[in-house]
């Protein structure tokens, strides 16, 4: 099933329950569901997972899927789930936002002690620097400081840094990326932010630490991103 359909799927559900389009605060059953948008139930699975990811719905085994109670409308123009969260993929799949990417720097360097520190990486490690602006609606509000190992992002270049680095990872090299641990925090806005980013009167940054690891438990990226604070909102669904 193609990627398009499962978003399609996603935005009319979630459409569906924001407008209240459902009776008893219950959605259809899967295989109604998968009549209705001539799909496979699996295809219907992975939309209703995401719903429930972000919160809207959850589901009881032995009832069905059960539509939670409406949020207040978030003001920020890009609120997203911490969890799925992935810089421009997570941005493009969920909200209609026209997307460029500049690449301001590609280099090959060995990380020393002191990047080390900062990135995991072990000293001698040979690395992918990459520094790109992304303007979202032709307003420069995220910028991406990457770390990709070369030895396991092999032929790395400006080319696809301009494009997309995972569906590369992915579809090119046929790696499989196993998990990643964020840390989200706020901090002074560096120079390069002021110069770059559409702050306007804000002399901060909202910043999102990522360290990815492949399948074989390996570290391959550490990233950066600096976004614009009045431009993002991040929630996380905690289920007891």
């Known amino acids: 099933m193609p990627k398009i359909k499962f978003d399609q799927i996603y935005e009319t559900l979630k459409d569906n329950i924001i407008n209240n389009r459902y009776p008893e605060h219950m959605l259809p059953r899967e295989v109604e569901l998968a009549e209705e948008f001539h799909c496979s139930r699996n295809t219907i699975h992975r939309a209703i997972a995401q719903l429930n990811n972000?919160?809207?719905?959850?589901s009881i085994?032995?009832?069905g899927t059960v539509i939670l109670q409406s949020l207040p409308i978030q003001n920020d123009r890009f609120f997203l789930n911490l969890r799925s969260y992935g810089s421009i993929p997570a941005i493009t799949q969920?909200?209609?936002a026209d997307v460029t990417t500049?690449?301001?720097s590609f280099q090959e360097i060995t990380v020393d002690e002191k990047l080390s520190a900062v990135t995991g990486f072990d000293p001698?490690?040979?690395v992918y620097y990459i520094q790109r602006l992304r303007y979202l609606d032709n307003k420069p509000l995220l910028r991406d400081v990457n770390y990709f190992r070369k030895d396991v992002v092999t032929g790395l270049n400006v080319s696809i840094a301009q494009s997309s680095i995972y569906d590369y990872i992915t579809d090119t090299l046929h790696k499989k990326i196993l998990a990643a641990r964020r840390i989200v925090r706020i901090k002074k806005a560096e120079e390069k932010d002021k110069d770059y980013l559409s702050l306007g009167d804000y002399d901060c940054v909202g910043v999102i630490y990522n360290y990815v690891y492949i399948s074989d438990g390996t570290l391959f990226e550490y990233t950066e991103s600096h976004f614009v604070p009045d431009n993002f909102g991040f929630s996380e669904f905690v289920q007891y």
């Open 54 to 58: 972000e919160g809207y719905v959850q």
């Open 61 to 63: 085994k032995g009832r």
């Open 102 to 104: 500049s690449v301001m």
């Open 94 to 96: 969920y909200h209609k």
């Open 124 to 126: 001698g490690t040979e």
